[in-house]
């Protein structure tokens, strides 16, 4: 069965300061995608990346970047130089290939960040 | 605004009541996605529509749930005889077949949600 463990259930820092949010994930299959997605407190949640399985090169964009590695089954989230505004859950999630008949997500419980001022 | 929305925002009702909540997805998305998020959760699959076609549906989805998207624009799902245990943000999700805008199908965008208290 797909799962997706995110321990860290609320990380707080200082303004500025890198955070790394963990995401650890479990599937069969051999082709699958992860997901990052940040929920502020309004509630929507907002796209941020996407990454399929057969793609390992980490990705950086603007002060967010990505480590997947598929020998530790793993999809990290760093931030750098923090700021108030990344304040927000962060939720990890896993689908399995279009071939399979189903697009649902299997999402972590997240980590909710606090950026302290 | 060209992305999914969702109505009402919010809805209070009394045990027993029932309810019914709209999602309009992004113009171009024929795949429509329901979830169920509880506080301190992340997101659970409800259903999944391609067009008019209700394609899977999750065992959260009880006989009192009901979801249709009658001519393959906009969702509603309802939720008969509500339950405590029925409060939760009910969240709506889209995604094109193909590639659609630089969107693929295997990412799926959000609406705001609907939070439903039970009393």
């Known amino acids: 069965a797909q799962k997706v463990t995110q321990a860290q259930t609320e990380i707080s820092v200082v303004e500025k300061e890198d955070v790394t949010l963990d995401c650890v994930y479990e599937?069969?299959?051999?082709?699958?995608?992860l997901f990052w997605y940040k929920q502020p407190p309004s509630g929507e949640l907002v796209f941020l990346i996407r990454r399929n399985s057969f793609d390992e090169q980490n990705e950086i964009s603007g002060r967010y970047s990505w480590n997947f590695q598929k020998s530790t089954s793993s999809f990290n989230f760093t931030i750098t130089a923090s700021q108030v505004v990344d304040s927000a859950v962060y939720f990890c999630a896993l689908s399995e290939a279009p071939g399979s008949g189903t697009y649902k997500y299997i999402f972590g419980t997240g980590t909710r960040l606090k950026v302290l001022a | 605004d060209t992305g999914v929305s969702q109505d009402p925002r919010h809805k209070i009702t009394k045990r027993g009541q029932n309810v019914t909540f709209r999602c309009d997805p992004i113009s171009e998305h024929n795949r429509l996605y329901w979830y169920r998020q509880t506080l301190g959760q992340g997101p659970e699959f409800l259903t999944y529509?391609?067009?008019?076609?209700?394609?899977?549906k999750s065992r959260l989805l009880s006989d009192r749930f009901s979801a249709e998207r009658p001519k393959g624009s906009f969702s509603t799902l309802e939720i008969q005889r509500t339950e405590q245990g029925d409060s939760a943000m009910y969240l709506c999700?889209?995604?094109?077949?193909?590639?659609?805008?630089?969107?693929?199908?295997?990412?799926?965008?959000f609406g705001p949600g609907t939070r439903l208290t039970v009393l």
């Open positions: 999700a889209s995604s094109p077949t193909g590639t659609s805008g630089g969107a693929s199908t295997d990412t799926q965008y």
């Open positions: 529509f391609q067009n008019e076609a209700q394609l899977e």
């Open positions: 599937t069969r299959d051999t082709t699958y995608y």
